[in-house]
């Protein structure tokens, strides 16, 4: 487990959105475990090749979004965002949207297999 962050400088989006966006990807997925140590902002800056400032202002925002917490001199760690079973859920509905995609459903007919499937499981009437 270690954190991988890819800058694609021909992008629209910019990069501390890009470090935002991935860190908190890994941490729902669990690639990045609650507890995980993350790299000080100057360092991950120095190994992306990008100003300290940039680097900071994703983690200000994944402290916002409380995806991250920030202990001090301590370091920055990935925090319990949440019950486990929400990560897990979430975790099993990327992988279901990306099966429907490879599958060549729309968002539409897969929608309706998701409802279908949550009125079985709890007991419901197709309405």
Not at 20 to 43: D, F, H, K, M, N
Not at 88 to 95: D, I, N, P, R, S
């Amino acid at each position: 487990m270690t954190l991988q962050i890819d800058i694609d400088e021909g992008t629209a989006v910019p990069p501390y959105e890009q470090v935002r966006t991935q860190i908190s990807a890994q941490a729902r997925s669990g690639e990045l475990p609650v507890g995980y140590r993350l790299p000080t902002v100057r360092g991950l800056a120095e190994s992306l090749g990008l100003a300290a400032n940039t680097v900071a202002k994703a983690y200000r925002a994944l402290e916002t979004d409380g995806v991250i917490e920030t202990r001090g001199r301590n370091g920055t760690f990935v925090a319990a965002s949440g019950p486990a079973a929400e990560r897990e859920a979430a975790g099993a509905a990327q992988a279901y949207a990306e099966r429907v995609r490879r599958l060549g459903l729309g968002q539409d007919a897969a929608l309706d297999a998701v409802r279908d499937a949550l009125r079985a499981a709890y007991g419901q009437e197709r309405g």
